[in-house]
Every structure is written in structure tokens, then in C-alpha cells.
């Protein structure tokens, strides 16, 4: 059930715990020590949850704030923290002249590439190397060469230096590897250009391999509650919940078809409720019989059929006395039993960030502070 009221009217919401976000990120601190700042990643939305309430949150303790595009950093800005926003990705040559004039870090792969932002002004970059990622950074073997020229530049300002780890989850092997070459790579580039930050850890690696923090983290996902290794999932606290109203619920005869394409065919008489959230929500399509489905009154109730743009249809047979206006829980708590990200992740064959990603905007979001818990407000 909802943790605070919300308006009756609602069709489908999500609930962002703050006290929850609070603890996760104590859980960095703490993992991380006192040595190494947080740049904390807002990109997407916050994963979905709402980036300027979410960045006012997590400023107490983040240095800067990361995110894909310039759409998403005028959010961070607008939270009115007044920390440092790193654009993460790379930027479309139309939009550096603004990235310089907003005073953003820019992420690059090359020199050339911060000479293109520094024809517009002075500018702070992250030079990006790519140890096995494959996706964008300067080649590990041409590295010294051009952050050399890139610190020659006129205009521009070497932040920090950076990597990516693409299998800190998975392959802890290699993510040592690439962790020892990036570690031996810097200590060349710091024979160039003396002292300047660097980071590495995303939430995986910052789980698993700690020790090599440098000056920056990058949590992401851990931030949110939700863990890429299901070991430390018992560390962290879900900050989010998802919840869809029943605008409809009827009963169904045996043998009656459900949904678009008639997958699903009832057995027996059946309860069933309308719930109003769909794909277009960002309810995963994929999941569509695959074993999904809700709490009611904090009983599960199996999906039936195919997902909707708009609506799925749940069975209630074993809830008495469901109506129109209930409540189910699609993510999050509902009484003893709980559906975290990961499972309806699964469920659909795609990850919790997708998953989190993806919920829409015509989603309302409903931010849950100390107040409004009951608790006593940070000081």
C-alpha cells in the first residue's frame, strides 16, 4: 500500500522514499570511506525517480552530478544545489557552445575534441579512456599523446581523467585487469600532467572491487536502492514503489480469452481486474506471460494476457472483496510480500535500469520526505 496518502484520482504513481535514498547513500560513504568524493548519477531522470527532488536529496554528500545530455543537466541546475555537472556523454557539435556557456564538465575522447568545445570559451573536461569498454574514450595505447596536446590547448581545463567498467558485475577478472592498466596508465599521465582526479567505479565496481576508488566514485543504480549483485542487495534500500489503480473489475466465465491475441485463456471462473498502467507507461510489454504479476492487499495476483498500451488485466480471484479504485503494487512493498526491480526486470529479459528507466512520464511521481514519514528531518 501507498507510505504516504495519495489523491484518490491517481491512476498510477510512483512513491520515491527520501529516507530511503538518504541510507543508500550512507551506504557509499561508508563502503568508500572519507577519502574520495561522489559523483553522483542523475542521468535518465534519475533513473526514473525524478531528477531535481532526487539531486536536492543526495547534494548533502556529492560533489558532482552526472548525466547524459544537456536537457538533463538543466534539471540538475534547476534543483538549485549549485554543485558541478559532468556531461557523461558525448556532446553533438551543436550543442558545445552551450555546454561551455552552462560552464558544464564535458566528457571527451580526444584533443581534438576539447579544441572544439574551447573555440567557444574556456572549458572543464573529463578525458574518457577506453580500457574495454568500446563505446567511446581515447585508446588506451594513444592515451599520453593526446591528453599532452589536449593540456597544451588553450582554453581548456583537464578535470579529471576517467574509464569505464563494462563487466564489474560479471567478470571480476577482467574488471582487476582493467583496473591494474588503468591504475598503471595514470600513473604515465600524471608524469604529464601532475596531479588530477580520476574515477572509475560505477555501482558494480564500486561494490566489488572498493579499493580502487580514486578520487571520484560514480554510484548509480545502488543510489536507488537496487543492487547489480544480488549478495549486496540486503545492504541497500528500494527508493522506489509502483503503483496502478483497478478501474474495472469483472468476472470471466471459463474459456474466455484475454488481451490482444487471445494467449491467455481462462480455465475455470475467474476475478479479474483492469488496472490502469501499460507499455506506454513503461510497464514492460516483454513481460507478457512470463510469470508477472501484482500485489493486492498484499496478495499476489498473476498477470493475465498480453500487456497493453494502456491497461493490464490481473487475477483477484483470491483477494475477496477487490473494487474499483484499489490499489496494486507493481514494484515495491504491499504488506508482508514485496515485487522488487529486479524481478519484473526477469520477468521482461531486461535489467533493473531499463526497468526503472522506462516508467513514463505521464507517471505521476510522489516525493516521500522525513516529514511526511513521521521521522525527524535531517539536520
Known amino acids: 500500500m501507498p507510505i504516504i496518502p ?9 512513491e520515491i522514499d527520501h529516507s530511503a535514498l538518504r541510507q543508500n547513500l550512507a551506504f557509499v560513504r561508508r563502503r568508500i570511506g572519507t577519502e574520495a568524493s561522489i559523483l553522483a548519477v542523475v542521468k535518465a531522470n534519475a ?10 536529496t543526495l547534494s548533502g554528500d556529492t560533489a558532482v552530478f552526472g548525466v547524459a545530455n544537456l536537457g538533463e543537466a538543466e534539471k540538475v541546475v534547476a534543483a538549485g544545489t549549485g554543485r558541478d555537472v559532468l ?15 552552462a560552464g558544464h564538465i564535458v566528457t571527451v575522447s580526444s584533443a581534438e575534441e576539447a579544441q572544439a568545445f574551447a573555440r567557444f570559451g574556456g572549458v572543464r573536461v573529463n578525458f574518457k579512456i577506453d580500457t574495454g569498454m568500446g563505446r567511446i574514450g581515447c585508446r588506451k595505447d594513444r592515451a599520453v599523446e593526446e591528453v599532452s596536446r589536449l593540456i597544451a590547448a588553450p582554453g581548456v581545463d583537464l578535470h579529471s581523467l576517467s574509464t569505464h567498467l563494462p563487466s564489474a558485475d560479471v567478470d571480476s577478472g577482467f574488471t582487476a585487469t ?3 592498466e588503468f591504475r598503471q596508465l595514470l600513473g604515465e599521465l600524471r608524469a604529464v600532467v601532475g ?3 580520476c574515477h572509475a567505479l560505477n555501482s558494480a565496481g564500486l561494490l566489488t572491487k572498493p579499493e580502487h576508488d580514486f578520487d571520484f566514485v560514480r554510484p548509480g543504480l545502488i543510489l536507488y536502492g537496487v543492487s547489480p549483485l544480488p549478495e549486496y542487495q540486503r545492504e541497500l534500500v528500494p527508493v522506489l514503489a509502483w503503483r496502478a489503480r483497478a478501474v474495472l473489475v469483472r468476472d470471466l466465465p471459463e ?11 481462462t480455465t475455470q471462473a475467474t476475478r479479474a481486474a483492469v488496472l490502469a498502467v501499460g507499455y506506454a507507461d513503461g510497464f514492460p510489454r516483454q513481460a507478457s506471460g512470463q510469470g508477472a504479476g501484482v500485489l493486492l492487499r498484499g496478495v499476489w495476483c498473476p498477470l493475465l494476457g498480453r500487456v497493453t498500451m494502456d491497461q493490464i488485466v490481473v487475477d483477484v480471484s483470491g483477494v475477496p472483496g477487490v473494487r474499483e479504485g484499489d490499489v496494486a503494487t507493481l514494484i515495491g512493498r504491499d504488506g508482508d510480500r514485496e515485487i522488487p526491480a529486479q524481478e ?36
Open 178 to 180: 582493467q583496473l591494474r
Open 195 to 197: 596531479k588530477v582526479a
Open 47 to 56: 533513473y526514473g525517480h525524478g531528477a531535481e527532488e532526487i539531486v536536492r
Open 344 to 379: 519484473l526486470a526477469g520477468q521482461a529479459d531486461t535489467i533493473p535500469w531499463d526497468i526503472l528507466a522506462r516508467i513514463g512520464e505521464r507517471v505521476e511521481r510522489i516525493h516521500a520526505r522525513a516529514s511526511d514519514l513521521g521521522e525527524e528531518p535531517d539536520r
Open 255 to 265: 474459456g474466455a480469452g484475454v488481451s490482444y491475441g487471445r494467449s491467455f485463456v
Open 87 to 101: 556531461l557523461m556523454s558525448p556532446c553533438l557539435p551543436a550543442e558545445r557552445k552551450a555546454a561551455v556557456k
Open 6 to 14: 495519495v489523491p484518490d484520482d491517481l491512476r498510477t504513481w510512483v
